[in-house]
Each structure stands twice: as structure tokens, then as C-alpha cells.
């Protein structure tokens, strides 16, 4: 199990595998940040977590932002072999998904990919994204010569003002028919 402190309200890290993993609290928070796991498959023993499909990666996105529902149209039409899922946030399944990992469930600030039973957040998460579409998308793992800590300066306030900057969906993205598959029920 891991722990998240906030120190001072707006610094925070927390230990992810065998790294130390910084970043920043933006909403201050006060001393102690939700508990957060990162054991493989974690969420398989949560009671709140309803079972789902992981036998691929599922990537969870905010489904009434504009550039995060784009950036899941463009996962679908770069992932010809569908080796990812998709998930809204806001469905049920996505909900409780940010709740087991200590995310709040209405703001969604942050991408999640859940690849082999492992969470990647921010920054990782669209570089992991990245190199399973494979081809040139693979070269973003380029991205990790950076350290997370800075990447995610460069991430959070596009996460923070995504509404403003790109738009809000009145409704959360509906895939195609065909497309209906590639997402959690």
C-alpha cells in the first residue's frame, strides 16, 4: 500500500513500484492526501470497484472534455488492432476507478491508464498510452528522459484549464456504434 502526504498543502508525493513519485497539490488539502494502492490489480479486491474487463489496457478520460474525448477518438483511430478499452470517467466503473486510487471523482484532472493491472497518471499516462499504439507514437517514451515531476508542470495546467482552453462537452461523449465495443459497459 502507499501512502499520499501533502506537505504544506501543496507539495505531495507518494511511492509508486520502487520510485518516489512528486507532484504537485493544487487545491492545497491540508496534511494527509487519501490513501492511494498501487499493488497490481488492487482494484480487483475493492468492494466499491464493479468487475470489469482488464485482460487489455483501459484508458479512463474525461468524456465531456473536448480534448480529452478527442484524444480518446484518437486512441480508436490509431489502435486499428484495439488493444486498449476506453472508459468514461464519469460512467460508474470510472468513478469508482478514480475513488480506489484517491482521485476526486468530479474534477478528473488527470488521464488514467490502467495497463496489466498497474496505474499510470498524468504525464505517464499519455506516454504509456503512447507506446502501446505502437509505430511512431512509441517515440513519447522519449518523454521520460524529463522527470515526471517536470512533465507534469507542463500537464497540470492544461488538465486545470482544459474546460477554458478546449471546450466542455454539453453531454459526455457517446462512441460510435461500432465503436461501442472499446468501452467499458
Known amino acids: 500500500m502507499t501512502v499520499k502526504r501533502a506537505l504544506g498543502g501543496q507539495l505531495g508525493f507518494y511511492v509508486c513500484g520502487k520510485e518516489w513519485v512528486f507532484h504537485w497539490c493544487p487545491k492545497g488539502g491540508g496534511d494527509s492526501v487519501a490513501a492511494v ?10 468492494p466499491l470497484v464493479p468487475p ?15 480534448l480529452c474525448s478527442g484524444f ?25 476507478i478514480y475513488r480506489h ?9 488527470t488521464n488514467l491508464l490502467l495497463s496489466r493491472g498497474m496505474p499510470y497518471f498524468k ?8 507506446s502501446i499504439l505502437g509505430g511512431g507514437r512509441a517515440a513519447a517514451r522519449l518523454l521520460r528522459l524529463c522527470p515526471r ?14 474546460y477554458q482552453w478546449f471546450g466542455e462537452r454539453g453531454t459526455c461523449f457517446v462512441p460510435e456504434p461500432g465503436d461501442r465495443g472499446r468501452f467499458l459497459q
Not at 58 to 66: A, P, R
Not at 72 to 96: E, K
Not at 123 to 130: D, G, K, L
Request: aromatic share 14%; with cysteine.
Open 52 to 66: 470489469f474487463g482488464d485482460d487489455r489496457p483501459v484508458l479512463f478520460f474525461d468524456g465531456v472534455c473536448v
Open 37 to 46: 494502492t498501487h499493488r497490481r490489480f488492487s482494484y480487483r479486491g475493492d
Open 123 to 130: 504525464s505517464e499516462a499519455f506516454i504509456e498510452t503512447m
Open 72 to 96: 480518446a477518438q484518437f486512441v480508436m483511430r490509431h489502435d486499428p488492432h484495439q488493444r486498449l478499452c476506453l472508459c468514461a470517467a464519469q460512467s460508474p466503473t470510472g468513478q469508482a
Open 149 to 162: 515531476a517536470v512533465r507534469d508542470l507542463f500537464y497540470d495546467p492544461i488538465a486545470r484549464h482544459r
Open 101 to 109: 486510487y484517491g482521485l476526486d471523482p468530479a474534477v478528473f484532472e
